[in-house]
């Protein structure tokens, strides 16, 4: 069981309150009438079970969450191989560098890639 509390009566959102397209996708949400718990990584940055646990929710490895392309991370590292637990701190310490948003609801999970994706779940 994880630690992550899910329901199919409520969407579980991890975003990044800076990102435009997570402010979309609230308002998505919001616009449909679902009772929404918010988590932004910002203000409460995710801890290493619950990054591995979305990450196998969404079938990726914990490396796939992390936006390599992300300023924030061009700017802090070099392109390089480390181990899960390595990309776990990493994200731990620079929430921002992590691939968001992400919904869940019940059993399903998505990574959200464009605001109208959260009308799938």
């Known amino acids: 069981m994880g630690e992550i509390a899910t329901s199919d009566r409520q ?4 975003y990044n309150s ?4 997570a402010k979309q996708t609230l308002a998505y949400a919001k616009a449909e009438g679902w009772p929404i718990h918010e988590i932004d990584i910002l203000k409460t940055p ?14 990726l490895e914990v490396k796939d969450l992390v936006n390599q ?13 480390f181990s899960s637990e390595d990309w776990i701190k990493m994200i731990r310490h ?3 560098i992590m691939k968001q948003p992400i919904a869940i609801r019940g059993n399903n999970t998505i990574l959200v890639e ?3 994706d959260i009308l799938r779940i």
Do not use: C, D, V
């Open 18 to 21: 800076g990102s435009k397209r």
């Open 11 to 14: 969407i579980t959102l991890f």
């Open 94 to 96: 620079n929430p921002e």
């Open 69 to 81: 392309s992300h300023p924030a991370y061009m700017s802090k590292f070099e392109p390089h191989e």
């Open 114 to 116: 464009t605001p109208t």
């Open 46 to 59: 995710p801890n290493g079970t619950q990054i591995a646990e979305l990450a196998g929710r969404l079938g």
